[in-house]
């Protein structure tokens, strides 16, 4: 049976509540707040529950659950508080230390009977459920270091290296061919088709998890063939139509192979994230040979890369309240940026056709 804890300085209320639940539990007594601690002391591990007065002498139930939260007993033991008294004060000053519930005097049996039944049910089941995300926490930190090691395998490996190596030389030739573009524009149309350009390679780390998760094997084959974003470009523009019109020319380049495109600006993620993504064949050349390699090329708005960092980082912020009232939040932010783009545009759009050299050219093709 499982032991309840009395604890009351009048020994007419312990015995009224032995009386009530020793049918159920194995009841102890203490007759004050030092007794209570020694029983605790003693029986820690065996104990349900603790039904605590906090009008004794020596040491009172405020000064117990003190003590309980000192030694780390309230997170494993529940306490319900015995009170003759109906303050709403008192009430939430024991909430806020820990409290779980409160016994009323004088006792209606099948009140306290349902009260201390409830109680230690929810903490039971409470206890049962830190003690399983705890294992999971244990187990994802094996694997996390099972990958770590595998990673480093992989990290000193020459074939992978050389994989690298060549994923680099695809991000270098990405970005030379946006630069070329970006001169041709700023000469054509005097305004620059992109503010800037982000890269990144993969980390060993990240790619041996990714084909793990896929359940692909970890080889340098492997990656070649599964992963099509070990080597990824961001690219800011300021304007949506310059998103489209830089991807439609990088993609046409006639040595370029497009694999793949997402439109997530037209046809956003349920979350509102927005960006177009090319999956290219680049091709790279070797002392010895031409190879092409898989490359990701992702196209945002100032306005969308700003929203997706802050999106990313909040993401992976743990213990976040209200997420669902958070993740709304996001969403209209993301519908506003939208909105702003589209209106950015507009406006250059409109300083573009009053400006002479419009106007000359717009003339010009009229005559």
Known sequence: MQRILVVDDGEINRELLRNILEE???VSLAADGEEAVERLKEYQGQTAAVLLDLHMPKMDGFAVISRLKEKGWLRRIPVLVISSEDDAQIETRCLEMGVLDFIHKPFEASIVKNRVKNTVELFAYKNKLEQKVEEQEETLQ????IIKRQAEKLRESEPFNRLMMEYRSAIMEVETRLKVLNGEFSQMYKRNPFESIKSRLKTPTSIYEKLARKGYPVTVESIREHLS???GLRVICSFPDDIYRLADFLAKQD???LLRKKDYIKKPKYNGYRSLHLILSVPIFLSDQKKYIMTEVQFRTIAMDFWASL???LKYKKDVANTEEIEWQLKA???????LDYQMQDIRDKIDLSSPT?????CIGVQ
């Open 24 to 26: 159920d539990y194995e």
């Open 142 to 145: 094996k694997q996390y270091e």
């Open 229 to 231: 974003d070990v080597a």
């Open 255 to 257: 040595d370029f192979i």
């Open 311 to 313: 999106e990313h980082k």
């Open 333 to 339: 932010c993301a519908d506003s940026i939208e909105r």
């Open 358 to 362: 419009v106007k000359e050219g717009i």
